[in-house]
């Protein structure tokens, strides 16, 4: 038993060796996202450590193997929608990422319940959940309506 539990350690010990990767690349400031006060503003409190590159990387993300999880998360976020790169999408894009947002924190999947948990101050409450839906749908009807008139 002995050489179990110092061989579980030595594991943990080396496991904290294997690189991972906590950057924040550098971006573009006119390529962030342009959205009224109030919007930015729960992005930027809900969204941000995932998905732009101005993540805080928390103490834990620095601790093997939850460091390997954490990294992961925060790339697959930001390889889905990136708001410190908006502007790089079309308005096809955008629009299309608007739509996932509003989807995806109705069906309470954003932000992630993990993330919540040692995060609660990242919680929608549905007072910010119906102000990211007026967003979404406002941007769709702008959309439609420039499409009818130039037909």
Same mark, same amino acid.
């Given at each position: 038993m002995k050489k179990i539990i110092i061989g579980f350690f030595v594991v943990v010990v080396l496991m904290q060796f294997w690189p991972v990767d906590r950057s924040n690349p550098e971006s573009?400031?006119?390529?962030e996202i342009?959205?009224?006060a109030e919007i930015k503003a729960i992005l930027e409190k809900s969204c941000y450590d995932c998905h732009s590159n101005k993540t805080t990387w928390p103490w834990y993300s620095y601790v093997a193997p939850v460091s390997w999880l954490v990294a992961y998360d925060v /790339? #697959?976020?930001?390889?889905?929608?990136n708001f410190s790169e908006w502007g790089t999408y079309n308005k096809k894009q955008q629009n299309h990422a608007? /739509? #996932?947002?509003?989807?995806?924190v109705f069906e309470g999947e954003m932000p992630l319940p993990?993330?919540?948990k040692?995060?609660?101050e990242a919680a929608l409450s549905e007072e910010q959940k119906q102000v990211i839906k007026a967003w979404a749908l406002q941007e769709d009807v702008e959309a439609d309506t420039a499409q009818v008139e130039q037909e």
């Open positions: 573009d400031a006119a390529l342009e959205a009224p /790339e #697959e976020a930001r390889e889905h929608i608007k /739509e #996932e947002i509003c989807d995806e993990k993330y919540l040692l995060h609660s």
